[in-house]
């Protein structure tokens, strides 16, 4: 059974930042990549960024120059750095895999607000 456990979200005002920490027990994303989501309460879970195992890193076009993606290569930690903050990224944050997923974890709650 893998674990996820996600922490770092917060309240913040527009345009500020913050930087999202995650740990996955066992170590998985070296063979099955990671990736960040959201969810905002009532619509569907959204993938925001991920990196594949090769190394490739996507993002979701509202995130894209926002928004930095990065794992440790031999730890079983990763980050998403969120800079200038919208309104619109307020979500429920999670990571897992990139080529599949497992069971969620709870998740950090981001708020952009003022």
């Known amino acids: 059974q893998v674990k996820f456990v996600e922490s770092g979200g917060g309240l913040v005002q527009p345009g500020e930042s913050l930087r999202l920490s995650c740990t996955c027990s066992?170590?998985?994303?070296?063979?099955?990549?990671m990736a960040w989501y959201r969810q905002v309460p009532g619509k569907e879970r959204e993938l925001v960024a991920s990196?594949?195992?090769?190394?490739?890193?996507n993002y979701v076009d509202s995130v894209k120059g926002r928004f930095t993606i990065t794992k440790h290569a031999f730890a079983n930690e990763g980050n998403l750095q969120m800079d200038s903050l919208k309104p619109e990224d307020t979500a429920v944050y999670y990571c897992?895999?990139?080529?599949?997923?497992?069971?969620w974890g709870q998740g950090t709650q981001v708020t952009v607000s003022t």
């Open positions: 897992n895999g990139q080529e599949r997923v497992w069971a």
């Open positions: 066992p170590h998985i994303w070296s063979i099955a990549g």
């Open positions: 990196i594949t195992r090769d190394g490739t890193v």
